[in-house]
């Protein structure tokens, strides 16, 4: 049973770039499935690297996934080739830009319901009016690239594509690796045959699963389901004249000739790493589910080694550290009742020898009033005397709140890769080849 490369910590800083296991080995080529390879449109005369996603504009730590996949396989002698999750449902075409959320960059674009992205059809890029006069980074390269690719099969391949012709360029890359979409996988032997070991024993199949699933509780996949009837749930999607994606049970579906059945994540993986690669590369998500497949639940064997890597690319890296609007709050408070925060010494030293005086007196004393009296009325006029600084104080209390979440977005991880500038992406790709490099020389 292959070794998974483990846990990998998420970079906080800049440009961070994080490989697990430190050291790469060079991947050597199994023969046993070239046919399916072939049906892919892979080669069979040498490794395969894959790494993959979803057909959508995805942060740049998986930007950096698609960067190692290229230099990892270029410095190995191997071809890249990227799978598309396409048998995920969804809408690429709304964007997240920074001030602007869910901007439609095809507001026409309707994915239907439930729909796998590699069944809906290509949007049409309709809408360049709709874009902020400066589009952030590569946003608008990325749109222009998307028109270009009106023409493609489906929508995740639309997305795929135009991604590839921006972002690899961009990472100071030249190879494009072989898109592989999840919904080919039909025409492999491998996925074939997993069909055909679910419809033979459902049951089984069903209880293995979920048995492998709830040995690795870390990486949350949600366990098949059983009917009071007795159905089970299986590890497949079903789908019916491109509609939506719905889960399949054996005592409904498995005779059903005008179902499509696609593979869940899983699946896909298994299928993946089993016929068609000889390393799969994950990021962070990926390494916490793939032991599940290690442990042989769907019955695929070999299955290839996978590697990790990720990386964090900032909006702003010189946003410096988050205002604290609790402090700040606390801050404009705590001056109300404590002159010196305004710079005001003499009136400090004043109310602490009152409140001093008031711990002094027994409870009942009559002196307590006066006393209580006196505090009050000096912190009165205290605040009619620094009524400009206390109100500065709140303002910036009140202003901290948008400045943190502003500055949120300043050090977020997440952004879409095109946010980002061609300076910023090429600074990624040089940073994830050096610690290839660095891994590489770790495995000789």
Not at 16 to 26: F, K, M, Q
Not at 31 to 50: F, K, N, W
Not at 232 to 252: C, K, Q, T
Not at 373 to 396: F, G, I, N
Request: aromatic share 4%; charged share 20%.
């Amino acid at each position: 049973m292959p070794g998974v490369g483990g846990a990998i910590a998420i970079p906080e800083h800049d440009l961070g770039v994080a490989l697990t296991p430190a050291a790469w080995t060079t991947p050597q080529r199994a023969a046993h499935a070239d046919e399916d390879r072939a049906a892919m449109g892979l080669p069979t005369d040498r490794p395969v690297v894959m790494s993959g996603h979803q057909a959508l504009a995805f942060h740049a730590g998986i930007a950096a996934r698609l960067a190692a996949l290229i230099a990892w396989s270029e410095r190995a002698g191997a071809h890249p080739a990227w799978l598309v999750a396409d048998q995920e449902p969804g809408n690429p075409f709304s964007l997240d830009l920074p001030g602007r959320p869910g901007v439609a960059l095809s507001p026409g674009y309707a994915a239907t319901g439930n729909a796998p992205l590699g069944l809906n059809a290509p949007a049409t890029m309709d809408a360049p009016n709709r874009l902020p006069d400066d589009p952030p980074g590569l946003t608008r390269r990325y749109i222009e690239r998307l028109r270009a690719h009106e023409d493609a099969p489906s929508a995740a391949l639309q997305v795929a594509r135009a991604m590839l012709d921006v972002l690899i360029p961009a990472m100071g890359f030249d190879t494009r690796p072989t898109l592989v979409c999840a919904t080919d996988l039909i025409a492999t032997r491998a996925f074939a045959w997993h069909v055909s070991e679910c419809k033979a024993d459902p049951r089984r199949m069903h209880d293995r699963y979920n048995t492998a699933a709830s040995g690795q509780p870390a990486a949350g996949v949600r366990a098949l389901v059983t009917h009071r009837n007795g159905a089970v749930e299986l590890p497949l999607w079903r789908v019916r004249s491109a509609g939506a994606r719905l889960p399949i049970f054996d005592a409904y579906h498995l005779d059903d000739e005008g179902l499509l059945m696609l593979p869940r994540a899983l699946g896909m993986t298994g299928v993946a790493r089993h016929a068609l690669c000889d390393t799969f590369i994950h990021g962070a998500g990926g390494l916490a589910y793939e032991p599940v497949n290690d442990s042989g639940w769907h019955g695929l064997a070999p299955l290839c080694p996978v590697v990790g890597a990720t990386a964090t690319l900032l909006l702003d890296p010189n946003a410096g550290p988050a205002p604290d609007p609790q402090h700040l709050a606390w801050r404009a408070h705590h001056a109300r009742h404590h002159p010196k925060m305004v710079g005001d010494e003499g009136t400090q030293r004043a109310r602490d020898a009152l409140v001093a005086r008031l711990d002094e007196l027994p409870t009942g004393a009559p002196e307590r009033r006066e006393t209580f009296d006196a505090l009050q009325s000096l912190l009165r006029t205290h605040r009619e005397t620094h009524a400009e600084q206390l109100a500065a104080l709140r303002d910036r209390a009140g202003d901290s709140i948008q400045q943190a979440e502003r500055h949120r977005g300043l050090v977020a991880r997440d952004w879409p890769w095109c946010v980002h500038n061609e300076d910023r992406l090429r600074a990624l790709g040089d940073r994830v080849r050096r610690e290839i490099d660095a891994a590489a020389e770790g495995s000789l």
